[in-house]
């Protein structure tokens, strides 16, 4: 027997499940998608506010930065340049003042934070869909971790409630804020609520999909809902509606210095270059100004949802994530395939990403799309 047959013959049983991969060369302008001569509207892409594609913000971008270097090392030896801390500083006037430290990417960012933090005296208290960036992460430490039920607070006091005792030095609460798979999202102010009923809970919220979308300023459900000041760990990332890489951590500033200390991935990695960083901060500060984008986007979601819901099928989102659950793996891939025959990309989601039985097209909503896309879309499901 080769030693190759093992993956060969999980590759196949991928196939026969219906949950078979490959990677699709494209090509984008806009909010269309051309795979191999078919034009599609792009439903599929994490850029929210429609900035990936901005060319006049490039063309503006690339006039004032002309002479960045590339990096060749980690912060902590020469890739500590000037476009991080301005950037950093940035961040920390624009959430309150609470000190900011960046990362390479989102998923690095939630592998590395969580191990550091965590000993043998630490509970995490998880919930049941979070992203799984998230979960490696909480593997890969020491802490002891337990899942509560999707967006249930009551069953969330339970478990602190059990394990509050001198066993434990800290709980932290980890979710994210919009889920990346269902749409919907977490009760903040009632996480926050429940974390100051107990002294030894910490607060861990993923911003990935609500910056830039969330906020009067596009700083993610944390400022909506203006609990900013009391998570202890809040991310997010700057590969989605900022149209870059990285991720970012909001903390307090003792927090910042023990992670430059401790933080396995951030010691040991290369620093971003600086006109990744130096882009991720001009989109920044172009984000914040751009209300009329996020208003739009929310309106499309909600039009959405609506007419999905009228449809018959099941929608749990409140976002501009609206997925529709299918269940089986073959049927969703065969929707997807229809729909993109009929001009629209949209990608079928299945397990593990999701639960078994629970496969779904996901709609990824996005500023440049209009109104009578959605009728469109709607006019053939």
Known sequence: MSLLDFYEQALTVLKQQGNYRQLTQYQQQGKWLTIASKRMLNLSSNDYLGLAEHSELKQKFFEQNESLMTSSSSRLLTGNFEEYTCLESTLSDAFQGRSALLFNSGYHMNIGILPALCNSKTLILADKLIHASMIDGIRL???????????????????????????????????????????????????????????????????????????????????????????????????????????????????????????????????????????????FEQMQSMSTQRQHLHQLSQDLKQQVLAKGYVCPSSSHLVPIVIGENDQTVQKSKQLQDLGFYIMPVRPPTVPKHQARLRISLTASIQKQDVFDLVDIL
Request: net charge negative; charged share 20%; with cysteine.
């Open 141 to 283: 430490s020491a802490a002891t971790y337990v899942r509560y039920r999707h967006n249930d607070l009551n069953h969330l006091k339970q478990l602190i409630e059990k394990y509050h005792d001198d066993e434990i030095e800290r709980i932290i609460v980890v979710t994210e804020s919009v889920f990346s798979m269902d749409g919907d999202e977490a009760d903040l102010q009632g996480l926050v609520a429940l974390k100051q009923q107990f002294n030894k809970v910490m607060l861990y919220v993923d911003e990935a999909h609500a910056i830039g979308v969330r906020g009067q300023r596009g700083l993610g459900c944390a400022e909506q809902y203006a609990v900013i000041e009391h998570i202890d760990f809040l991310v997010g990332t700057f590969g989605k509606a900022l149209a870059s890489v990285g991720g970012y951590l909001i903390c307090d500033e003792v927090i910042k210095l023990y992670l430059i200390n401790t933080m396995r991935p951030l010691v040991f990695s290369t620093a971003l270059p600086p006109v990744n960083v130096a882009w991720t901060h001009f989109m």
